[in-house]
C-alpha cells in the first residue's frame, strides 16, 4: 500500500535503512540498562558501522531487515521487564522469517533460564513466546513451505541448495569471512 503512495524506486531502500537505523534506539536503551551511557555509545556506533549491517542495505529489499529492530525490541523488553514490549516484539521477530523464529525460542529459553526474570506474567511470556517460536517453525517448515514448493518435501528444497553451496563455504570460507568482516 505504501508503493501505491510513493510509486519510486527508491522507496524500499530508504525503508530498509530505516529499519536498520532505527534498531539503534532499543539498543542502546537496552545496553544503557546494562552499562555506561558512554559505553552504550560505543556499542550503538559498532552496531551502525557493522558491514554486516551495511550488506542488508546494499541488495534487495528483505524481511532480514525488520530482525534487529524486532531483536533488539524484544531484549529490552527482557531486560526491562516491561512483558508487553517483550512479548510484542518477540511475535514479530517469529513472524519474520521461518529460520528467525528458533532466535525467538531461544530468547524465551534465555529468559526462562538464566535471565532471573521469572516472576508472574514475564514466566508466562517466556513459555508463550518458546511455544509460538515452535509452533510457527514447524507449521511453516512442515506444512506451509512444503505446500507451496514445487518439490514433493522441504528437506529435498532445503537439502538440495545446503549441497549445492557446500562447495563454496568449504572452498572460500576465509575469502567469505574477509569479505563479511571485513570494513
Known amino acids: 500500500p505504501l508503493f501505491l503512495l510513493f510509486p519510486h524506486p527508491l522507496l524500499f ?3 530498509s535503512t ?3 537505523a532505527i534498531a539503534a534506539v532499543p539498543l542502546f536503551y537496552l545496553t544503557r540498562r546494562i552499562y555506561s551511557g558512554r559505553f552504550s555509545c560505543i556499542i550503538v556506533a559498532v552496531y551502525l558501522l ?3 549491517i551495511h550488506g542488508i542495505n546494499l541488495y534487495n529489499f528483505s524481511a532480514i531487515c525488520f530482525v534487529p529492530l524486532f531483536f533488539f525490541l524484544c531484549w529490552y523488553g527482557l531486560v526491562s521487564e516491561r512483558w ?3 512479548l510484542i516484539a518477540g511475535l514479530c521477530l517469529i513472524l519474520v522469517r521461518e529460520d528467525i523464529a528458533p532466535l525467538a525460542v531461544m ?3 534465555y529468559g526462562l533460564l538464566w535471565s532471573g526474570k521469572n516472576t508472574g506474567k ?3 511470556c517466556h513459555i508463550l513466546l518458546m511455544a509460538l517460536g515452535i509452533l510457527f517453525f514447524l507449521l511453516s517448515t512442515i506444512i506451509l513451505i512444503p505446500s507451496l514448493s514445487s518439490d514433493a ?3 529435498s528444497q532445503y537439502s538440495r541448495d545446503l549441497v549445492s553451496n557446500f562447495s563454496l563455504y568449504s572452498e572460500q570460507r576465509l575469502e567469505l569471512f574477509w569479505k563479511t568482516f571485513a570494513p
Do not use: E, T
Open 13 to 15: 531502500p530508504l525503508i
Open 18 to 20: 530505516f529499519l536498520l
Open 50 to 52: 557493522a558491514p554486516s
Open 84 to 86: 508487553k514490549v517483550y
Open 107 to 109: 530468547i524465551g529459553l
Open 122 to 124: 514475564m514466566r508466562s
Open 153 to 155: 518435501s522441504l528437506s
